[in-house]
Every structure is written in C-alpha cells, then in structure tokens.
C-alpha cells in the first residue's frame, strides 16, 4: 500500500477554479477519480511517471488538467471552468505497475481518503 495525501478540495461557484494535490512517494502512474452518492466511482484523469500521455475523460477535457512535480512527489489536478455537475468527492489513486494511463478502477492499487470538491450554481 502506497500512502496518498489529498488536498484543495472546497466550494467553489461555477465557473471558477481549483487545484487538488496528492502527494505520493514512487514512480507510479497517478490518477483522478471521482464519486457522488450512490453512483460509482468515475475516471477523470491520469498520468505518467514522465508526465507523458495524460488521459482525460470526455467529461473533462478542455477544462481540467493533471499535472505532476516528480521533484516534490506531487500530483496536481488543475480545474477550471467548474460546473456544478463536477461536484463529487476527488479521490487520488496510485498505479504501482506498468506506465499506462488507464480508466478502470481496478487498475489502481491505493487510493487516497478524499477530498470534496462543490460547485454552486
């Protein structure tokens, strides 16, 4: 299990901007989910070791991006243009093998405790 450190969740109106932070020592591939009340948890993006291809979902592109500071063990996810529908609770998750960028919840081997994320109308 690899130790993951979330931070920068909050409230934030719509069309605003907020950065989260994970911090987590190794060379992993890092990820972004997502998860609301009684519905799954959802891929938003992720990256590689190099910081070489990112994956974003559909639903984010454009407006969020993942970023990361190797130097500080640090994961950034950058969000701008929030919409109330991007309300949910963010949770960071590490990948301890290989270097791909994949979406599936399963893929991932720790995960952070969370941290929420609210955008008012």
């Known amino acids: 299990q690899v130790h993951l450190d979330e931070s920068g969740g909050g409230l934030v109106q719509a069309g605003g901007s907020l950065r989260l932070s994970c911090a987590a020592s190794?060379?992993?591939?890092m990820g972004w989910f997502r998860q609301t009340p009684g519905k799954e948890r959802d891929f938003v993006a992720a990256?590689?070791?190099?910081?070489?291809?990112?994956n974003y979902a559909d639903s984010v592109k454009g407006r969020f991006t993942i970023s990361r500071d190797n130097a500080k063990n640090t994961v950034y996810l950058q969000m701008n243009s929030l919409k109330p529908e991007d309300t949910a609770v963010y949770y960071c998750?590490?990948?301890?093998?290989?270097?791909?960028?994949?979406?599936?919840?399963?893929?991932?081997?720790?995960w952070g405790q969370g941290t929420q994320v609210t955008v008012s109308s």
């Open positions: 998750a590490v990948r301890t093998t290989g270097w791909r960028t994949p979406a599936a919840t399963y893929e991932y081997d720790s």
């Open positions: 190794g060379r992993y591939v």
């Open positions: 990256i590689s070791w190099s910081g070489s291809n990112p």
